[in-house]
RNA sequence: UGGGAGGUCGUCUAAUGGUAAGACUGCAGACUCUGGAUCUGCGUAUCGGGGUUCGAGUCCCUGCCUCCCAGCCA
């Protein structure tokens, strides 16, 4: 078993331990986390936590929290918080650090003004439309605004006026002032500041006037003394744009490295694609247990433990790859092995009646709380004459290697004794199961020393058991990568019909305490979480993963 | 066909000129009062072709493939 908190490797830590070693920026190191507050983070986000709140800690430094909220379109209040009640959740320590890009727009306001007085940034009055056509293409260079050569003077004043409200939205920009024949698109005068009459969700309508990203993002870097300032892949194009900003303005030069975003089979972790899920109604909501959200998986029952575990093993490098799904289902159930209490519950329950055992009879058995960890503990379980055990644990004609119940066949009652099945009860007319009539073996009560036999199933007793929901979730979509679409086609062909089955279960009656988020091992099936919506009155819950099913596996196969 | 970044077991990641390693998955077995957990075993993977070198996944040349970029999104 490998430590999961030794620090691993990879080429952003070797930089950061370099830099660390030879005293750049004075030995100092502080990164940050730097979500748009235009949705919930996912679980790509958990891996960027993970990183840079890791890493931080690892070189006793410090990780900020900073919204990058530069479009107040897109953003909401909503959204900060979910964040922040996010990170926290996961173990992302910012302290007191939550800052703002929109913290800094004052700030922001007077280099550009800097820049202009530099000339090297000009107020444009090309539209949108136009400034497409000039940007060029790949191949082709693009060509200077007629703006470009506007005098000092006068992109102050222009500038002062966009800042003023005097123009409509989209009627200018101001733009640095670089190379229109630039390779790098990024480079061909880019929009710094754009004109925007909307309610921002902190400064309200104090601006009119919204830097870009790329104006934005490394400008707070600096205002804040950020020494690594890791992003993903897609901005690797984007560097020397951030650079440039940086050199114009002679300040802290924070440096930008980019790795490689998650990818996850079966799942689209795109803020757009999710938010199609919400707003469609495809799912309940941000946290449904089947969105890849940090929300929806805590909803489902992931811990934060199992969760870092996974980010931490995902390793961190430059190539763009799918990680598998099955890698993360590990991991979750690696550590609710260890943690989540053991309780039974009958999923699909089908009567079973032991013609032996005397009529009214209670008798209580000892049940181990968890295997895995004896202070837990054990319970008294209550057994009696009429159980209820799961449909699948028994089979009318059992095929090869099927251990259960079936006609003539011995099982163990999971801490009771061992049966035998003797009759099946059917319905005339449907031919449907009613009811399995079982003996039991009194010399065989659990903790003695007796004969084996081949399978063990779960049961709850009949009298004493209380109707619990169960929503078994499976995931959302059907086909390894739901991005990858033919043609015209849109990924929600690939949504899973059956990603939800909701089911009315018996269950023993010690999860009656059960309070929402508490996490159990129903055995035999899977970890179970208590929904947020569950009650004393009413339980629900949600099955976070099934357990591994070697049996399941083997009927596929054939 | 411009620029940028990549290509190591099925998947993800290591190896920083010196025995290609780990995790996940899969398969086989042991153990088991959870067909769980645990344990054991099983790996012809360095994109191709040249070159440098005693020695190349790593360095050089060349070809191929993949991803990103033409928002007044981030």
């Known amino acids: 078993m490998h430590d999961n908190n030794l620090p691993l ?62 479009n107040p379109i897109k953003e909401e209040t909503e959204y900060v918080q979910s964040i922040i009640e996010d990170i926290k959740w996961l173990g992302g320590d910012f302290g007191d650090r939550i800052f703002y890009a929109s913290d800094y727009f004052s700030q922001l306001y007077l280099w550009a003004i800097e820049l202009i007085n530099k000339d090297k940034a000009y107020v444009c009055d090309l539209s949108s439309d136009q400034v497409r056509e000039t ?11 007629p703006f470009r050569d506007r005098s000092v003077e006068e992109n102050l004043g222009l500038f002062e006026r966009m800042k003023n409200g005097e123009f409509p939205d989209g009627a200018r920009t101001l733009r640095a002032k670089i190379d229109m024949r630039s390779p790098n698109l990024n480079l061909r005068d880019p929009v710094i500041y754009r004109i925007l009459h909307a309610e921002h969700h902190r400064t309200g309508n104090q601006w009119c006037i919204y830097p870009m990203y790329d104006w934005a993002h490394g400008e707070s870097d600096s205002i804040e003394g950020i020494t690594h300032s890791i992003c993903t892949l897609e901005f690797e194009d984007h560097r020397p744009l951030y650079d440039w900003f940086l050199e114009q303005l002679g300040i802290f030069h924070p440096q930008q490295i980019e790795f490689d975003r998650l990818n996850l089979t079966y799942t689209v972790l795109s803020k757009r694609k999710l938010l199609r899920l919400v707003e469609q109604g495809i799912v309940e909501g941000w946290d449904d247990p089947r969105m890849p959200t940090i929300s929806g998986m805590r909803r489902r029952g992931y811990s934060p433990e199992g969760l870092r575990n996974f980010a931490r093993s995902l390793g961190v ?34 009567k079973l009646v032991l013609t032996n055992y005397p009529e009214g009879q209670v008798e209580f058995v000892e049940a181990i709380n968890n295997p895995e960890d004896a202070s837990a503990g054990t319970r008294p379980l209550p057994f009696s004459r009429e159980l209820w055990i799961e449909q699948e644990d028994f089979l009318d004609v059992p095929p090869k290697g099927y251990h ?47 004969r084996k036999v081949k399978a063990t199933i779960h049961w709850v007793s009949a009298v ?77 819950f949600n099955r976070t993963v099934e357990l591994r099913d070697t049996w399941a596996k083997l009927q596929k196969k054939i």
């Open 9 to 70: 490797s990879n080429f952003i830590r070797d930089i950061i331990l370099k830099d660390h070693v030879s005293g750049k920026y004075g030995g100092r190191v502080r990164t940050r986390f730097p979500p748009e507050p235009n949705g919930y983070l996912h679980v790509g986000h958990a891996k960027s936590i993970v990183l840079n709140f890791g890493l931080a800690k690892e070189f006793r430094g410090e990780c900020n929290l900073r919204f990058d909220d530069t």
């Open 135 to 145: 940007r060029g293409t790949p191949t082709q260079p693009g060509h200077d605004s």
């Open 317 to 350: 490098s430059k190539t763009n790859g799918i990680t598998e799904f099955e890698k993360l289902e590990y991991y979750i159930r690696e550590d609710l092995n260890k943690a989540a209490k053991r309780v039974m519950a009958v999923l699909r329950p089908l």
């Open 404 to 450: 259960r119940l079936y006609p003539g066949n011995e099982v163990r009652l999971r801490y009771g004794y061992i049966i035998k099945c003797q009759n099946v009860v059917k319905d005339p007319a449907t031919g449907e199961i009613l009811e399995i009539q079982c003996t039991y073996d009194p010399d065989t009560r659990s903790g003695q020393r007796t």
């Open 464 to 540: 004493h058991a209380i109707p619990v929901e169960v929503r078994l979730y499976d995931k959302l979509f059907t086909t390894e990568n739901p991005n990858n679409v033919p043609g015209d086609g849109d990924f929600t062909m690939y949504l899973n019909p059956k990603s939800l089955e909701v089911v009315q279960a018996r269950a023993e009656a010690s999860l009656a305490s059960a309070r929402p988020c508490d996490r159990y091992q129903f055995e035999r099936l899977g970890y179970f979480c208590a929904d947020r919506c569950s009650a004393a009155g009413r339980l629900v």
